[in-house]
């Protein structure tokens, strides 16, 4: 069976493919240096569809609306242009709702689609263009530390990185934020208050790092105009020892905080990355390795959420589980010194 990984690497080489949902224009070129906040590529689409039904307006077949309908495929129409007419002794015509552009007109109907929004694809980390996606977006590489985590806002700033976390299950708050702070991404515990992200807003602060936030906390981070990255999860939970023993030793460095919402299907995850300067470039790392005793992991699920230890035994078949029931499991002796039979589907491996 093979684990997902938790990079939390202080050296590695860091291949990212940037895309648009739709398609739209890329705006880089291969060898082209980016900086995490520009823009590699946009695109506008319809947030609404309109459909306007002429024949029924007009009571009369499909084919006698076509002859009315005076728009046509890929027209740009502004608002109460003449989509239809149809030039009786007392004329009468359809306009468009609003302004937008026709997709389909035939059959008696037009169907335009309108509420355009733009959308702006960032880099998401500094590094070389290294291939463009026709259409969609670029790839980027770049050589430098990596640290995963598992929940993000959406957002994407970078900036020197301050530390105020002293011990893994420190708590961040609002007291703790000065203007000597501001523009600075914060490496921080524990958020349990919206005052602690109103006083990071208020600064403004470039970015939050932080072991772990309050489910309640959700909505209010997402508002929120500044990256916010969760490395651990939701409720009271300390800093994974992973984490806490790499970023720290970064403190006044330049950090980028790439808040993305972590994708199950692309297997994007919100992550840190520290760019470094080296002679020659390491390897990638893996997404996906097999289990094998010895290796460092995290478990994912309670009651032992975050915690780090090792593979100790990897007993063959379906394992006996405290509640009963039989899956593939690890022996894991936790850094605690506990030990632990967790099912397999809740460890990744950190490395």
């Known amino acids: ?33 980016v900086n995490p906040t520009d823009v590699v590529a946009e695109a506008t689409f319809a947030r609404e569809h309109v459909l306007l039904d002429v024949a029924r307006a007009f009571g009369v077949t499909a084919k006698a609306a076509d002859k009315m309908i005076k728009v046509k495929e890929g027209d740009r129409l502004s ?14 015509a359809i306009k468009a709702p609003r302004a937008g552009r026709v997709m389909v007109a035939g059959g008696g109907q037009v169907l335009m689609e309108v509420g355009e929004a733009r959308i702006e694809l960032r880099a998401g980390l500094p590094g070389v263009v290294t291939r463009i996606v026709p259409e969609r977006g670029v790839v980027i590489r770049t050589v430098g530390a990596l640290i ?39 490496l921080g515990g524990h958020v349990r208050d919206q005052e602690t992200l109103r006083a990071a807003a208020d600064m403004p602060v ?41 970023l720290p030793t970064h ?23 520290i760019p470094k ?24 699920r309670s009651p032992h959420t975050g915690m780090i230890g090792s593979i100790a035994d990897l007993p063959e078949g379906l394992s006996k589980l405290p509640s009963g029931l039989h899956a593939p499991a690890a022996e894991v002796k936790l850094e605690n010194g506990e030990a632990a039979l967790v099912p397999l589907v809740n460890l990744e491996v950190v490395g």
Do not use: C
């Open 1 to 33: 069976m093979l684990a997902p990984v938790l990079h939390v690497l202080p050296l590695t080489t860091i291949v990212r493919e940037r895309v648009l949902p739709v398609a739209g224009k890329v705006n880089a070129s291969v060898n082209q240096k």
């Open 277 to 300: 300067q080296v002679e020659n470039e390491p390897e990638e790392p893996q997404d996906f390795v097999p289990f094998a005793v010895g290796q460092r992991v995290r478990l994912r």
């Open 79 to 92: 608002q109460g242009a003449v989509v239809a007419e149809n030039g009786g002794f007392i004329s009468r």
């Open 148 to 186: 995963q985590g598992t929940w993000g806002n959406g957002r994407v700033e970078n900036g020197l990185m301050t530390s105020l976390i002293e011990k893994e299950d420190d708590v961040l708050t609002a007291d703790r934020l000065d203007v000597s702070l501001r523009g600075s991404v914060i």
């Open 206 to 246: 470039r970015g939050l790092i932080i072991s772990s936030l309050n489910v309640s906390l959700i909505q209010p981070a997402m508002q929120m105009k500044y990256p916010i990255l969760v490395l651990d999860g939701f409720g009271a939970m300390p800093m994974n020892s992973a984490a806490f023993q790499l």
């Open 251 to 273: 403190n006044k460095n330049e950090v980028t905080v790439n808040a993305e919402f972590p994708d199950r299907y692309s297997g994007g995850r919100p992550e840190v990355v």
